[in-house]
């Protein structure tokens, strides 16, 4: 059983992430599990099994930029032990500032890339997006994230 900032969870060994390098802010935790709630639906959570008070909200990027586009590199390939791209799982962090939920950002510059066979996750960095892309915008059909 693993408490975290959501609740407590029981959680099989599969479902658990491993990032080696931890997560940018967060070096020093190494295990993760994404989390779905039905009341956040379409944003998920990545909960730190490390520290309960760690919960990131993650959404699939292409959801938000249906154009969005993410290469791997050899080395990244490597670090996540990829033997099929079907196994990669791409989420995007967002932010919600307190209050405004109508100003919530997604991070499309640095996606989390989960390995669901290997269980073995990192963030990348990818120089041409928006650290804060809006959610909510002209060209986002806002019926898609209800």
Not at 21 to 42: M, Q, R, W, Y
């Amino acid at each position: 059983m693993y408490k975290t900032r959501l609740g407590e969870f029981e959680l099989e060994d599969n479902e658990i992430i491993t990032f080696p390098n931890g997560i940018p802010g967060f070096e020093s935790l190494k295990k993760f599990a994404v989390i779905s709630l039905e009341e956040t639906k379409p944003i998920f959570w990545l909960v730190s099994l490390e520290d309960e008070t760690i919960a990131l909200p993650i959404i699939d990027p292409w959801l938000i930029k249906e154009d969005y586009e993410i290469e791997l590199s050899e080395d990244e390939l490597k670090i996540l032990s990829v033997e099929d791209p079907s196994d990669i799982v791409i989420w995007s962090v967002v932010t919600i500032p307190f209050g405004k939920p109508q100003e919530a950002t997604v991070n499309l510059r640095a996606p989390i890339i989960i390995n669901l066979k290997s269980g073995i996750g990192m963030q990348i960095i990818l120089e041409n997006y928006d650290l804060k892309y809006p959610i909510i915008s002209p060209n986002t059909n806002n019926d898609e994230l209800k």
